[in-house]
């Protein structure tokens, strides 16, 4: 009876952030961290960390936290996820056990500002709906490839990395669809433009998110997510032309067409063929490279990924778009 009353008499939380976690426990330290530095006062905010791969040390560090709020810091709770994982299983999880009307979303790799709870919320008004924040991803040296791809992230025209949503409009969505390891966040966005969502922006609400280094090829095995933008394209087909890629990405396969049929005229001992198919090949495998070299990084190391993963990029792109286009039956190039 007396723990009744105790939860009756909690005030609801403003905003609710909902932070996924998988194992990564000095980033998501850093994160908490930056939480608990929010000009917002604290019993105005409830955290959630989601944890993809529920361990120990993760709810320990939660616990810590909690501990070091006290009763005026924010309420931080720890939801182990026992059930199907990936990206959007893991935020349905948070936002679903949110108690606050407005669900900020961000992840454990980033450093939200001081103030960035406050400009969020100062965003909202009676007739917005989502709002999206300002996401940084300072560089630190010379960059690579795979790093200036990756701070594309600056200039989205949504991140989920740093939104807010009102929770009324998460349970008319019905959240994230779980079908998608990736590219859910566009379709996220993108159901909030088909529903006719008000989204206002704010540059005030800043995250930074550092530049981490990536494995050497990394550009290569990531390519895999081009299944899930068949997904993206047979659920969004207009919007996926607009906002994602307008065309088909025809240099690819102009790319791999000319491997194969310098590979069709090796087997056939037909020189008229594997010499200008050849050469078609090599040009352009030259500059795709070239084309990613520029404005990053000369270091041998990286020169020779570049070389390398120039020649592998087209036939695993393409092998992953039709991966995609069986996988989800839709026609998708």
Known sequence: MHATREMSEQPVPEVSVVIPSCGRVDLLDRCLDAIMRQTLEGRRVEVIVVDDNPRH???QLVAVWRASAGERGPDLKYLPNNGPGGPAAVRNLGWRSARAPIVAFTEDDTVPSPSWLKHGLDAFTDNVDAVSGRVEMPPTGA???????????EQAEFAIANCFCR???????????????????EDFHFRLI?????IASTQHALVVRPLRPAAWGSSVW?????????????????????????????DHYATVAAL??????????????????????????????????RGTSRS??????MIVTSALIPPAAVFWRLAGAIRFRVRFT
């Open 167 to 185: 929770k009324s409009i998460l349970e008319k969505l019905g959240g994230f669809d779980e079908r998608f390891h990736a590219g859910w966040p």
């Open 260 to 293: 194969a049929t310098c590979a069709a005229g090796i087997g056939a001992g037909s020189t008229a063929v594997v010499l200008p198919s050849a050469a078609t090949w090599t040009v352009m495998t030259v500059l795709l490279c070239r084309k990613r070299l």
């Open 57 to 59: 040390n993760t709810r």
């Open 194 to 198: 088909n529903m006719h969502a008000t």
């Open 143 to 153: 960059l690579t490839d795979y790093q200036r791809e990756a701070r594309r992230l």
């Open 300 to 305: 041998p190391s990286h020169v020779a990924e």
């Open 222 to 250: 990531q390519l895999k997510n081009l299944i899930f933008d068949a997904l993206l394209f047979k659920t969004h087909p207009q919007l996926y032309r607009q906002k994602i890629r307008a065309t088909p990405a025809w």
